[in-house]
């Protein structure tokens, strides 16, 4: 069963009641319950998603739902992701690094480059299936993809068409669009021009400071009085950018180094124990349902050596990572 973060579609239910209809009967048609939409990072069905999204286009009369609600939306619908790829040097490698963090937003995603030219094709694939279809999930993830895109160019959304398989809907007035829709194209996604591909990421440090501060409001919120748990979600979050360490995770959360370590000795845990605890979670789940090599895994984890990486993931689970990895990798099921 494929997952995906129930902040995926946020605004949902304000969107419904501005269209005059109830978002929680919907919520319940689809067989999901309002309180799953409560933290953005509680992961739900993918399937369930894509339905309540047709249930919502067919109630309201509106065709083109999913992008309606993705035009509502901000880059902040997307989790960790933009962060997860902000210190690639060039656009082409933060699309590229997407694949390897999609897994912690939703599983059942891939993101393609395929270069045409002087163009590149970004296609979007989403292996979730539905009896009532799923052309309003794609409308909504193909514009969050554009709204990704122009983040790391640093231009208007505006300039992005979006290009879908779907038919166009009758009688529908594209020129009321904010974004230009293509429809019954080859493929989901958008074009770029091969340039743009080599052009410097757009590295926006006010806009990361302002996603951490979020997140320690998150913190603070979810795990009140529980400095363990604060840190083990900000390793969490920071081990695959590179940048994580005790002197990143003291700083998000707000306190000196020395005093993280103290406050972590008197509840029996240590940086080091709750870093090795991320590390061995991490690495079980990319084995199991990831697609990246065990060498990208480990860089991913912060290890300069494949070697030392393997010994100590033997020292954790008693195999190697090329074991687990045979013994463990899951194929999805259907919901």
């Known amino acids: 069963m494929y997952l995906v973060r129930s902040g995926a579609i946020s605004q949902f239910e304000q969107l419904v ?164 829709v293509r429809f019954k194209e080859g493929f989901d996604g958008l074009v770029l021009k091969s340039a743009q591909l080599t052009g410097r990421n757009y590295h926006d440090e006010e806009a990361l400071n302002r996603h951490l501060q979020r997140h320690l409001h998150y913190l603070q919120s979810h795990y009140p009085d529980n400095l363990a748990d604060q840190a083990r979600d900000l390793i969490h979050r920071l081990l695959p950018t590179g940048e994580c360490c005790i002197e990143r995770v003291s700083t998000a959360l707000g306190i000196h180094e020395r005093t993280l370590q103290t406050r972590l000795k008197e509840s029996g845990q240590s940086y080091r124990k709750l870093l090795q605890e991320i590390r061995q979670n991490i690495a079980e789940q990319q084995l199991s349902y990831g697609t990246q090599t065990i060498t990208e895994l480990a860089l991913q984890l912060g290890y300069a050596e494949i070697a030392v990486f393997s010994r100590h993931f033997k020292s954790w689970t008693g195999v190697s990572p090329k074991q687990w990895k045979l013994q463990h990798k899951k194929l999805p099921i259907d919901d």
């Open 17 to 180: 009641l501005e269209l005059g209809e109830n978002p929680i009967e919907m919520i319940q048609q689809a067989g999901l319950r309002q309180a799953q939409f409560r933290d953005p990072n509680t992961y739900v069905a993918y399937t369930r998603i894509a339905e309540l999204l047709e249930i919502a286009a067919r109630r309201c009369q509106q065709p083109l739902f999913g992008l309606m609600l993705a035009q509502r939306q901000t880059l902040h619908v997307l989790g960790d992701l933009p962060m997860l790829v902000s210190r690639a040097a060039t656009v082409a490698d933060a699309l590229t690094r997407v694949n390897e963090y999609l897994y912690l937003h939703a599983s059942g995603v891939t993101l393609q480059l395929h270069p045409m030219g002087e163009q590149v094709r970004l296609v979007l694939s989403i292996n979730v299936h539905s009896s009532r279809g799923i052309d309003q999930l794609l409308q909504m993830s193909v514009a969050q993809l554009a709204m990704f895109v122009s983040s790391l160019l640093n231009i208007s959304l505006n300039t992005l068409p979006l290009y879908l398989c779907q038919a166009k809907p009758i009688d529908l007035d594209l020129n009321r669009l904010s974004q230009i």
